[in-house]
Each structure stands twice: as C-alpha cells, then as structure tokens.
C-alpha cells in the first residue's frame, strides 16, 4: 500500500506552500479511501512519495487513470491567501491504494 503525490513544478510555489499542499491533498485522499484500505495503509507505515507534474491539464490526466483504476485520488485547488490565484491546481495525491495500481497511474514520473 502506498500513496503518490503529484505536485506542479509549473507554478513556483515555494518550499512551505510546496508542502502545504501536499499535505492537504494527502489527507484528502485518505478521507476518500475505504476504512480497509485506510487501515491497512496505516498498518503498514504510510508510504508516501512525491512526484513531479509539470501542468494542470497533466494532474487531470492522472486523475482519470486513477478513477479508471479505482484508487482513491485528490486534486487539490488552493484558495488563494497567499502566492497563488485563489482555485488554482496544485496537486494531486492518489492512493492509499496497492503499490501496483498507484504506479499503474504514477509509475513514470520523476521524484520530486
């Protein structure tokens, strides 16, 4: 079990936005994951890993191979406060869900 966090590297968000985001769209997944896979994702350590996107229209994409796999999946829009436009793509986290399907959707970007 694992999750993946695509973040944008298109729109210069800085280091602590950059983490922000990746964190909200983490939590976000999570919630939509199932209460087993939840718990089997916890119980194995919460493997985490973020990756690269390099558009808005690239994380979309994702996201439809996600849904198609059937993984949890999370776009993340920022509302705006502080560097970026309020409704603007930063990221995307899809799993917890097996190590097989998240890189079925994942598995060729680089490590951010």
Do not use: C, N
Not at 43 to 68: C, M, N, T
């Amino acid at each position: 079990m694992k999750q993946a966090i695509v973040a944008r590297t298109d729109i210069g968000m800085g280091e602590g936005k950059l983490a922000a985001q990746v964190a909200h769209a983490s939590l976000s997944a999570y919630q939509d994951a199932g209460r087993r896979a939840r718990k089997k994702w916890q119980g194995e350590g919460q493997k985490k890993v973020v990756l690269k996107g390099d558009s808005e229209s690239q994380l979309f994409e994702l996201a439809d191979r996600a849904d198609k796999e059937g993984s949890p999946y999370a776009i993340v829009r920022d509302a705006g406060h502080t560097q970026l436009d309020s409704g603007t793509v930063t990221a995307l986290a899809v799993g917890p869900a097996r190590d097989e399907g998240v890189d079925r959707v994942t598995g060729d970007l680089s490590l951010y």
